[in-house]
């Protein structure tokens, strides 16, 4: 499915301040594989993400999707088939823009037609459809603009906008960071069903230990640039989030001292 061989990304190279985000990583997902990514601050979860999007250009390796080196294809092709989310709720919908313009917007990602081509009858069905698997409500406000949305609902019609037209990977960068406790769990509720109900492949990056554990078949754990920790679904269910703490330590041979990892479990 998605191949990263050698991958590596400096940030300020040649310079005095060069960072070494991401370190000669090496990583295969698998068709279906739903793959939660923990990790301190500037472990290089996001960076990840963002080279496999296309966002960021990587500097050393090779990015394969099915089979295909896209390690050079832009981010605008590599959106005709994968779908991102970020932790901000602004960020992945567009507030002047009602309900239903979003999911068009979303529907026409990597083709050169224009918007009002995606609105027809039978799409306006899809998109109903789409945000029906939601359970908010939001297939009966198509015409609402999601300015006036909460931050909830809009993380959700993000999530249907991803996954509108099916992706075949599905990329989470804390996508519930920035909402209340009650929402989040809301939100990776409907994540959880959304990915299972699809069978869709994703990499989804968390602040917290418990969702790591809790969602996905497969964990890893990120460490200055590189992957020092890769469980599959049997040992990840026998973990705890006390198991996890002293397999960093264990594997990195540092404490792990990042408060907003440690605290997020008890949210």
Do not use: C, W
């Amino acid at each position: 499915m998605i191949r990263l061989e050698g991958v590596s990304k400096y940030f300020f190279a040649g310079t005095p301040n060069q960072v070494k985000a991401l370190d000669n990583i090496n990583l295969h997902i698998r068709p279906g594989d739903f793959v939660t990514v923990i990790g301190s601050n500037g472990a290089g979860k996001s960076t990840l993400l963002n080279v496999i999007a296309g966002v960021i250009e990587v500097d050393e390796g090779r990015i394969e999707l099915d089979g295909k080196d896209v390690t050079d294809q832009p981010e605008y092709r590599r959106a005709g088939f994968i779908g991102y989310i970020d932790q901000n709720p602004l960020a992945s919908t567009a507030a002047d823009m009602t309900v239903e313009e979003n999911l068009a917007m979303a529907f026409m990602r990597g083709k050169r037609r224009g918007l009002s081509r995606a609105v027809t009858g039978s799409r306006v069905m899809a998109f109903k459809n789409a945000l029906s698997q939601i359970g908010m409500g939001l297939e009966n406000r198509l015409k609402v603009p999601v300015g006036t949305l909460s931050g909830g609902q809009r993380q959700a019609l993000a999530l249907a906008m991803a996954t509108v037209v099916q992706p075949k990977l599905l990329l989470l960068d804390e996508h519930t960071a920035a909402l209340d406790p009650k929402a989040a769990r809301l939100i990776m509720d409907i994540t959880d069903r959304l990915i299972r109900t699809n069978k869709l492949t994703t990499l989804m990056v968390t602040h917290n230990m418990e969702q790591a554990l809790r969602y996905g078949n497969r964990l890893i754990m990120m460490h200055r640039g590189k992957i020092i920790l890769d469980v599959g679904p049997h040992e990840k269910q026998r973990l705890s989030v006390p198991d996890l703490v002293k397999r960093f330590t264990q594997s990195s041979g540092d404490v792990f001292d990042d408060d907003r990892v440690l605290l997020a479990q008890v949210e």
